[in-house]
């Protein structure tokens, strides 16, 4: 089932409701931006709620599936991307100072709020920096050298090389 774009998210605190779908790529710009193709539609289960302290919030999980760019060997690597998430519901900024370390501030400057928006950021902060095969899946393992080391192990060691990792060890 497609989930909602634009929602009433106080309201849906109020009522309690849960909202179980998926979005479609169209819907994901930042995150299609970000990698090679997404594979999937992004899944999602939302909890809207009132906590004890009468704060509205909205919380579940998401999936997608992308590809990526596999950082060792450069061929498409697909990454299962999934996070657990818990956001407060606030007017504006000053209210930042509630919101517990937790939970991320959802700030509503109006009645409604894009739904997509909002898993979006919660994807991309689940998408590592950099990515790569498995061990074993990835043909950048199987460029051995006459040494049989790998090409990881050599970049390792270009890493312990760099001048300002040297520095680093120095200070130790
Ligand atoms: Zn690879």
């Excluded at 497609?2 to 179980?20: S, Y």
């Excluded at 906590?51 to 909205?58: C, G, H």
């Excluded at 998430?85 to 509630?98: K, M």
């Excluded at 928006?117 to 990835?138: F, K, Q, R, S, T």
């Amino acid at each position: 089932m497609a989930l909602p774009t634009l929602i009433d998210p106080r309201k849906l605190a109020n009522q309690g409701i849960v909202l179980e779908g998926q979005f479609h790529v169209k819907h994901l710009p930042r995150l299609a931006a970000a990698v090679t193709d997404i594979e999937t539609p992004l899944s999602a289960l939302v909890k809207f709620g009132i906590d004890e302290s009468r704060a509205k919030v909205a919380s579940g999980t998401l999936s997608v599936s992308v590809l990526a760019q596999c950082q060792r060997c450069l061929n498409p690597v697909t990454v299962a991307l999934s996070t657990d998430f818990a956001a407060q519901i606030i007017w504006s900024e000053d209210q930042l100072v509630n919101v517990p370390s937790d939970r991320e501030p959802w700030i509503v400057v109006d009645k409604m709020a894009s739904l997509n928006e909002l898993l979006e950021d919660e994807i991309l902060l689940a998408l590592p920096l950099v990515n790569y095969h498995e061990d074993g899946m990835c043909t950048g393992d199987t460029f051995l050298s006459e040494d049989g080391r790998s090409n990881k192990e050599k970049d390792d060691e270009i890493v312990a090389d760099n001048p300002f990792n040297i520095l680093q060890q120095l200070k130790k």
